[in-house]
């Protein structure tokens, strides 16, 4: 259905989500209206599906799944502008005890799936959140947490983040857009910044990011404006000497990551007048190198009701895969490793230039 707002798409500001100003881009199917046909229904783009066929990669298929991406809650103490969870303090969606056990059961019975990637919003926002650590510890888990540091200086409760985090291994990755306060705080909201660079000397100060303690801090890096990431190698280098230097902190790796044209970025590239460059930009950075190493190949996204996704970003657009069985509590292996990835023009973010994934450049 044409929506009449859509020639004047409404920014995420102000701490609300999305959904919480009632804006047509918090549905799923305008956006992918958007995504495969442009803001007014005439924008032609290459087909990604004509891009994966020329790769010899059509249909896309997994390899065999590992990672185990668990949305545990949209909920989060950040409305940030590139966000393609639309993510916010207003947001209510969270992961309930009963699903969480599901997806422990499914961890149990299936030994391949040797990574456990938590993610939301803030997943630390979730009120089962510790319990379900805890729990996917007992069963020698690697497990991740997307952590974006200022959930750690929120609130009290929060404060012994670091501490529960060592506790139990836990690899951290976290959002830091820049080395600098300007260009963070003009993506992620006033004072992220300078509460992100103490989060991370209380991280450090546990041994985070620093040599022979195994406590792995990963940063991610996603651009500010309508372009794509700078080489991740070069970039990595440049934020280990700055923070250094500027405030003391070590980490190990940078991830970057290309923005996705969906939810607050899509309405930021609508709003900026950006979108059909954008798109292009990424259409003719497509890499075949990056295509064929797609997370969407080695891991399930698990959406914070307990459905199943190829990934992160079509669990946004609610593209649930491609099988009959797509709940957790109806989980099945080899069904989601036969099955057949959906794809749309969105996947170009993916592909372009040296790929894109939740651990950065794959190309």
Not at 62 to 76: D, L, S
Request: net charge neutral.
């Amino acid at each position: 259905m044409e929506s009449p707002n859509r020639s004047r798409p409404i920014r995420a500001a102000g701490g609300k989500s999305l959904k919480a100003q009632n804006s047509f881009l918090a549905n799923a199917h305008e956006q992918i209206e958007i995504i495969e046909n442009g803001q007014t229904g005439d924008f032609a783009l290459v087909p990604f599906q004509q891009k994966l066929e020329q790769s010899h990669l059509y249909p896309l298929k997994p390899a065999q799944i590992e990672i185990f991406q668990v949305n545990i809650g949209k909920m989060c103490n950040q409305t940030c502008r590139h966000c393609h969870v639309d993510a916010g303090p207003d947001r209510e969606e969270i992961m309930s005890k009963e699903t969480m056990q599901q997806c422990i059961g499914v961890l149990k019975n299936n030994p391949q799936l040797k990574i456990v990637d938590l993610t939301g919003g803030a997943p630390e926002m979730n009120p089962n959140f510790r319990w379900f650590v805890e729990e996917i510890k007992k069963l020698d888990k690697q497990v991740i947490v997307r952590c974006n540091l200022t959930i750690i200086l929120a609130n009290k409760k929060y404060h012994d983040l670091p501490e529960f985090y060592k506790l139990h291994q836990i690899e951290v990755v976290s959002s830091l857009p820049f080395y600098t306060q300007d260009r963070t705080d003009k993506q992620r909201g006033n004072g992220v910044f300078e509460q992100s660079i103490k989060a991370l000397q209380l991280l450090n100060e546990v041994g985070y990011g620093k040599e022979n303690t195994g406590l792995i801090l990963n940063l991610v890096y996603n651009a500010a404006g309508a372009f794509l990431p700078p080489s991740q190698p070069s970039l990595q280098k440049e934020y280990k000497q700055a923070l250094m230097d500027r405030y003391g902190i070590a980490f190990n790796n940078l991830f970057t990551i290309t923005n996705m044209p969906i939810s607050r970025y899509l309405d930021y590239l609508l709003t900026s007048g950006n979108y059909e460059t954008y798109m292009e930009k990424l259409v003719n950075a497509y890499n075949p190198v990056a295509a064929a190493n797609v997370m969407c190949r080695n891991t399930i996204s698990i959406g914070w009701d307990g459905y199943l996704y190829d990934c992160d970003f079509n669990q946004m657009l609610d593209l649930k895969v491609d099988i009959a069985a797509t709940h957790i509590s109806q989980f099945n292996i080899e069904g989601l490793n036969g099955r057949k990835i959906i794809i749309g023009q969105h996947c170009y973010g993916c592909t372009a230039g040296s790929g894109s994934s939740c651990g950065g450049a794959v190309a």
